[in-house]
């Protein structure tokens, strides 16, 4: 008789089929979620890994510094012209007053020769109308005195008249006479006096007014003279000559910047500062440097906002005694402290930063990177600041974002 065959349940090739099932939905799952984020994979000698500390946060920005001397005086021809004449050149030592070049301007030199001519004239039309308001004087004077003793004359005879009239020696006629000539110079001198006081009065008010203007032309003369001899230009101070390259023929427009002359009294410091820290440098704050193996504390003396090729200036002066050897030029490493040092997460720098601006990085776990946002305070030429969003000990990379800032998980590859 027949025998029933019982069927295995798990056959070898339900085995196959399940196997092959599983094998599907696995690989349709993991496309599906390499779908939904996008997989950089990526070489771990090819980035950096930093991991995030807690310690001191130095508030200090290194800066590269050079050596000016503590004072430059600018060297500017007042009128504009041409180079005539060189005297000296760029780097010689000069005393104030030492010509350093001449410039030629034909056409202010005839305007200064023209003002200067006409000046010259109304000077002399103002001293020719005081020596006539002098010679009124004398005249008036002469006329007062010439008055006062035919005055002196007529009064004598009036007496003597008068003595002789009541005595009847002489007429009336004669007495009357006298008596007019009396009267006439009397009256005549109250007049003349009158006529001096108030001649007086215009005089003094005359020769005062005469006295301004011509000492107001001869300042204005001054000047114009003063004008010519500036086209000699000649070294304001004593010092060291630098930036000075005149060429004979080259032409220089009023006040424009001829050279500098550095005053030889002591040095400073100045450098240029990336602009991300231009509303936190101020003036007053420390700074420090090394030379020749010590230590010297600076302060900033000056600061200068205006922003130039991304970067604004910054002048540093010495506190106590300057290094012995420094010279115009040398460069200098600077740390300028903008606060004082205080506990905070720190991740060194890096050129992460370009790519993401600080709003976000690549944790790392178990060898994969995610995005993750987080917040950065301050920097300094090591560390950022972690305000939020990292934990101590965690992993991030901080080399550049350029291959795969557009994906969602970096796959690193030991």
Known sequence: ?????????????????????????????????????????????????????????????????????????????????????????????????????????????????????????????????????????????????DIENSLRTATRKYKIDSVLFAKKVITQQEFNTSSQDYEYYLGRKSLLKTAVRQENQSRIMQLQQIEQSIGRMNESLQTIRQNIENMTIKAPVSGKLSSYDPVIGKSYSANEMLGKIDVLQGYKLQAGVDEYYVNRVKEGQGATCEFNGKTYSLTVSKVIPEITAGQFQVEMTFIGQAPQDLRRGLSMQVKLTLSDNS???????????????????????????????????RKNYLYYEILDGLQKGEEVITSSYDQFSTYDIVEIDK
Not at 47 to 63: A, R
Not at 356 to 376: D, E, S
């Open 343 to 377: 506990k905070s997460l720190l991740l060194a720098q890096g050129q992460f930063f370009q790519s993401t601006g600080g709003n976000w990085v690549f944790v790392v776990v178990n060898g994969k990177a995610t995005k993750r946002n987080i917040k950065i305070g």
């Open 1 to 145: 008789m027949d025998k029933k065959i019982e069927k295995k349940r798990f056959s070898r090739k339900n085995i196959l089929i399940s196997t092959g099932t599983l094998v599907f939905i696995a690989l349709a799952a993991y496309g599906y979620s390499l779908s939904l984020n996008k997989v950089f994979k990526v070489d771990a000698e090819k980035i950096t890994l930093n991991k995030v500390q807690y310690g001191d946060f130095e508030d200090v920005v290194l800066l590269n510094a050079s050596v000016v001397p503590l004072t430059s005086v600018i060297v500017s021809s007042p009128e504009g012209g041409t180079v005539a004449e060189i005297f000296t050149e760029n780097g010689a030592s000069v005393v104030a007053g030492t010509p350093l070049l001449r410039i030629a301007n034909p056409n202010a030199l005839s305007s200064y020769t023209s003002s200067e001519t006409s000046i010259t004239e109304q000077i002399n039309q103002l001293r020719k109308l005081r020596l006539d308001l002098e010679q009124n004087q004398r005249v008036m004077s002469q006329d007062m005195m």
